[in-house]
Every structure is written in structure tokens, then in C-alpha cells.
């Protein structure tokens, strides 16, 4: 099917590229009362649209059940008893759905708040929901009453606002009244916060453009500056004109507000990559393309593999902490203009791959050595990114124990083994212009005051062809697995390293005093 193909909602005063669902995304549509849904769904009848509802359509939706019998579009009920037992086991209800035939044109699900529970539930039936209209290549629209204030159904979309393509709100008395598009995405960017009046004439709806002002003209105008919760770490750096946001919320307000803004962001040890990578994904979902977002490493050099991970989210640029004020101000000067050009429309789990991540370092047996090469090496195809493998011969009358049992392997993705008289070390995300320091630094000293050759491989393909060598000849040959040896070590180490540490500790720091010294005269 053709990911592009649409779905019109058919509301008269809507803007065309607002008029139009995208088939493979999921939107959610509010109003105020339950009754509005019929006027609603009038609009959107089609032979390639479905209305899946636990309400009861003759007297709830009359005027769809028409459209029904004249078979302009296919209607699915649910008995409300069955959407408690669903809304406990959602991998069955979409199971269900799946098999229920769907035309591949719009979903229209009439939601209860029977289905909402606690967050991290919610943000898992968003999750499977957006890929299910992904799977299917449907347009999905989730239809709420949104009630009272602070009720289930805002507090929902209060913390999912950024997982939605598009949200309309329909808000009045007896009749809608007004629209806000509180956020839909289109071909340019995105539209935030446009208001309309709303008429119904002779049951259809009419919109026309509110007398509030057009906040999503006005927000695209500015440009300014606004530093995370972090804006500490930036220390003389920080501009006094820069907007500081007081935490996460705050920022997302602040960006909301003003979605072509430059936000500074900080990478930090404590805060884990993926989380920074949801951050930034939902930030660019809410904001569009024209949002500036620079990533400043404060005390965390990111690898190749993170940074495009990041720029694939959402990222414009990624700075090094120790970057000069002047410069600093000199870039976010220059990136103005600057519009982002990944895909909005990317889902965050197709790009952060948690499988293809990294998560060994250090010593592997043989077997494991190979078997995560290939893993690594797929991931470094995937993302783009430079790894090297080297292979470095031992001299004769050296044992293996001797040349790495005090090599440090720190980051994940950096990982060894050893195979007869070669030890093989592969670097995942290491440029070729850094595998030399990079081999110091893990070894403590040039790998050829160690070693008698070093051998490197730095193309994916060869690595490869290495990969299937290795594999072969460890099927063929008995090899020794160091992992008890280098472990029994690491042990012993630690443990000197720690008596050594509580020695140093009994040890009492007294204020010494200075001796008389008696000289002769001669002496001095």
C-alpha cells in the first residue's frame, strides 16, 4: 500500500491540509459532549471509513446508522462489559482489531475512558496503537468526551499530546461553538493553537477563522533562546536574554509557546540516552521543523552512533562542553533559518533500536566475540558510523595475560577476545583517525611497544569476511577461553587495590612541628 495514501474529515473552513488524515498516523479529536459525535461522524462518512463504538448507534449515533444501511461506511460495536476486560489486556484488543478486516481507509475509535488507567499503561496503548495504524496503513482517530476539567481524558492528553499526528478540540454549551487544532502536523511543519468559530448548518459544521489572534503565525516569528533545567552547566556561558526553564513541563511550555525557538539542551552522565532521545523526539513532534535544538555535552563525550541517533530524533547540532562562549554565540546567531530536515513522521522505536544499542564491552569468549561482531557491524551499517576492527599479533614467548590483563575497556561497544596468539579488539563507533589513541589509552602504552603487528579493518566488508575467518577457524580449532583467567585477576586487583586504600586510610595526618636544629656556626 502506498504510505502516502489520505483521508478527507470533510469539514467545511478547514484548512485543505488540515482536512486531511494521513493514512499510518494517529489523531485524536475531543469535544464536550457525547452527543456531538453524530454531528461529527455525518461528515467523515466513506465507503473506506469504520466507526468502532461501545455506544449503542441507533439512538447515539442516528444519523451514521443511516449512512450505515445505505453502506457508506462500516460500523464495529463493542458491548461496554467487554471494553473493561479489553482495557486490561491490550495486546487482545488489537489482536482483535487486526483480525476484524478493516478497510484501509479511516479507524474512527469512539474511546471510553474505561480504556485510560494509570500513565505508564496509557503511554503503552498510544504506543501499540500508533504502530497498529503503521501496520495497517490506517488513519487512526481517537474520539473522546473530554469532560470536566482534570479529567482522565485531559490529564491523558496531557502527557501524550506530543505521541499525536494531530489533536482537535471541539469546545460550547448545547451546540459546538468554537475548534482549536491544539497541534497537527503537515507537509511544511506543523500548525499550533489555531482557533475557529464554529456553526452548524442544517447538521453539518462550518467553520471560519476565530478573532484570537493566530498564534501559529506569530509563534513561527520568533526566534528566541531557551536553556533546559540544566542552564547551570553553562556557568559564564549563560546570555541573561536567554529564557531558563524551570524543568521538564516548563520547557515543553516554553517550546509550545514558541515552536521556532533555539532550545539548549545538556547531555549529562546522569541522564541515560534514551531518555535524552524521547526528550528530543518529543519536543520536534511538537514544535515542527522550524524548532532549533542544540545538544551541549557537559560531562559525556557522546559517540558517533548516539549523535546520529539524536539527529535522527530531532537534533540540529551537538556541541563539545568545551566550546568558547564566542563561538557558542556565534552559532546559535547563524542557525536562525535553520529547519530541520529528518522525518517527522519517523516513529522513535524504528529509529532508537534498543537491540542494535550496545551493550558489551571488554573481554568475550570467541564464540561471543563473533556472534556480537556481527551485531555491532549491522548497527554500524545502519546508523552510519565508522567502527574498526584490529587484529594484533602477540610476540613469541609473551603470554596473552600479559599483554591486556590491565587493559581498560570503558565504553560499550569496545569489546576483545583472544585467539591463539592474536588478541582481536573491535571499536564500535571509532573513527579510523582515532583507533591509535584510542588502543593507547585502553592498553596504557602504543600498541606496538606491546605487540609484534597490528592489523586494522575498517570497511564494513572486510570486517565481515574477518567475522566469517574467525567463526570458521574457532568451528575447526579448540581455543582457549581467558574469561575465568582475566575475571580471577579483575578480582585480585580490586582487592589490592582496596587494601591499599585502607592502609592509606589509618594513616593519621598530625601538624608537624619544626625541630630546634643546633648548627655550628660553620655550619651555616
Sequence with gaps: ?????????????????????????????T?????????????????????????????????????????????ITIEQKRLQKLSKKLTRFL??????????????????????????????LVIELKRFASRQNLAI????????????????????????????????????SSLQIDIWYIDTGCV???????????????????????????????????????????GPKLNKSWTIAKNHDDLFRLIKENPSATVLMHALKSTSLKELAQQIYKLRQLAGQNLKVIILEVNINLRMTEQSILRCLGANLILPSKIHINTLTNIISSTANLVFVGDLTADFYSVYDEESMP??????TPNGFTNELQKLTASSVKYGISSTLVILEIPSGIAAMDTIKYAQFNRNGDIFTVVDNAIYVYLYGCRDADVDSTLTFI??????????SAQRYVKSDAIKLQTIHLSEYIQRNPVVDYLDRITEFAEHREKMENMRADTMDAFEINIAIPAQLKLKNNEL
Design 1 to 29: 500500500m502506498n504510505k502516502f495514501m489520505t483521508s478527507k474529515l470533510n469539514i467545511t473552513g478547514l484548512p485543505p491540509l488540515i482536512n486531511t488524515l494521513e493514512h499510518g498516523k494517529l489523531y485524536c479529536i
Design 31 to 75: 469535544v464536550q459532549s457525547a452527543r456531538w459525535f453524530d454531528t461529527l461522524m455525518s461528515h467523515v462518512v466513506s465507503k473506506r471509513n469504520t466507526l468502532l463504538s461501545f455506544r449503542d448507534i441507533e439512538d447515539d449515533y442516528p444519523r451514521v446508522a443511516d449512512r450505515f444501511k445505505d453502506k457508506k461506511i462500516d460500523i
Design 95 to 124: 489482536i482483535e482489531l487486526s483480525q476484524l478486516q478493516i478497510k484501509d481507509g479511516a479507524l474512527y475509535i469512539d474511546l471510553s475512558d474505561l480504556l485510560l488507567s494509570e500513565q505508564a499503561k496509557n503511554e503503552q
Design 141 to 176: 482517530v481517537l474520539l473522546f468526551n473530554e469532560g470536566d476539567k482534570d479529567s482522565d481524558v485531559e490529564q491523558f492528553l496531557s502527557h501524550q499530546r506530543t505521541d499525536f499526528y494531530g489533536i482537535m478540540k471541539f469546545s460550547g454549551g448545547v451546540e459546538p
Design 192 to 234: 499550533v493553537n489555531q482557533n475557529y468559530r464554529v456553526q452548524n448548518l442544517n447538521g453539518q459544521l462550518a467553520l471560519s477563522i476565530s478573532d484570537n489572534v493566530d498564534l501559529a503565525v506569530s509563534q513561527f516569528q520568533q526566534a528566541d533562546v531557551i536553556v533546559d533545567q540544566h542552564y547551570k552547566e553553562l
Design 359 to 364: 551493550t558489551k564491552l571488554g573481554y568475550l
Design 443 to 452: 592498553l596504557g602504552a602504543e600498541p606496538l611497544l606491546i605487540f609484534r
